[in-house]
Structure formats: structure tokens, C-alpha cells
């Protein structure tokens, strides 16, 4: 699949509730946009926002507005994608060891 961009700096940088134990990147082409989350915590669970790059949001040229986007691997997790002019940022609700693909259309 396309292209690829990693969100665990970015938000460990903007975020002090983004964990180290966290990682999430991004991928995407012509047809699919996915971001990719898990928490490698053996015991904690993890519970922050995840804020999408500026570079992630000027690819995506995503439409301001909020909208829902579900996990794509087992269908039980679902999430609001929030747009605005000036970034983008989606709820994190995982438990240990927990991973979910989410689809953003």
C-alpha cells in the first residue's frame, strides 16, 4: 500500500498523554487512507487523542467536519474523526496490548 507516515513523534511531542507505549502511523494511496494504532502496554491502558501531522493533513486534504470511522480488523472499535482549518484528531480508548486499523473515508 502507498505511502506511509509515522504519527508516534508528532504526538509524543504535542501530547504528554501519548504514551511511549503507543504507536500509531498512517497509510494510504489512491484508494484507501488507514491509520494503524497500538498500545504495547503489558498492564495500562491508554486513553489521549491522537493528533494527525500536518503533513498527514495536508495529504489527506481532509474536509473539516467530524465524522465516524470504524477499525477495519475485528469491526468493535469505532471513533469520531475530528476536522477543523487547522488540524485533525481522533479519540484513543485502548486497553493492554490492544491494536486497531481504522479507515478513514
Do not use: C
Amino acid at each position: 500500500m502507498g505511502e506511509y507516515l509515522e504519527l508516534h513523534s508528532f504526538n509524543r511531542q504535542q501530547n504528554p498523554a501519548y504514551t511511549d507505549k503507543a504507536f500509531a502511523f498512517a497509510r494510504w494511496d489512491e484508494s484507501q487512507k488507514l491509520i494503524v494504532v497500538t498500545n504495547f502496554d503489558e498492564f495500562q491502558s491508554v486513553k489521549t487523542t491522537l493528533k494527525l501531522s500536518p503533513e498527514l493533513f495536508k495529504a489527506w486534504n481532509l474536509e473539516p467536519g467530524e465524522r465516524e470511522i470504524k477499525e477495519l480488523m475485528f469491526g468493535k472499535k469505532r471513533t469520531t474523526l475530528r476536522v477543523t482549518d487547522e488540524g485533525a484528531e481522533i479519540d484513543l480508548d485502548f486497553g493492554p496490548w490492544e491494536s486497531a486499523v481504522f479507515e478513514v473515508r
